[in-house]
Nanobody, 118 residues
Framework: QVQLVESGGGLVQAGGSLRLSCAASGIVSLDAVAWYRRAGMQRKLVARISSGSGTDYADSVKGRFFISRDNAENTVYLQMNSLKPEDTDVYYC??????????????WGQGTQVTVSS
């Protein structure tokens, strides 16, 4: 059974840092992974990383957030630095995974709350 588990959210003061983790299990491989934030009614892309570790970031987080992956652990991280109150939101991980049998699927994590106080 495929599971995608997020962790690392919490409460931090402005200027502080958090590291979010997105860990997949029950898979053959972890392909492209992206972090989104809830942003009201529509999820907005924050950062993404390809299977080849190419990265892409929303303009609002460039230079502050860094996405990385550990393929041996099937885990992707989002290092969030210089956090601002406007970064407060629920963050979701979306992963493209390959399962036994070779099929690929898209999964969402349960979400993790990030709160930045001023």
């Amino acid at each position: 059974q495929v599971q995608l588990v997020e962790s690392g959210g919490g409460l931090v003061q402005a200027g502080g840092s958090l590291r979010l983790s997105c860990a997949a299990s029950g898979i053959v491989s972890l392909d492209a992974v992206a972090w989104y934030r809830r942003a009201g009614m529509q999820r907005k892309l924050v950062a993404r990383i390809s299977s080849g570790s190419g990265t892409d970031y929303a303009d609002s987080v460039k230079g502050r957030f860094f996405i990385s992956r550990d393929n041996a652990e099937n885990t992707v991280y989002l290092q969030m630095n210089s956090l601002k109150p406007e970064d407060t939101d629920v963050y979701y991980c979306n992963a493209i995974v390959t399962v036994v049998g070779g099929r690929t699927y898209s999964y969402w994590g349960q979400g993790t709350q990030v709160t930045v106080s001023s």
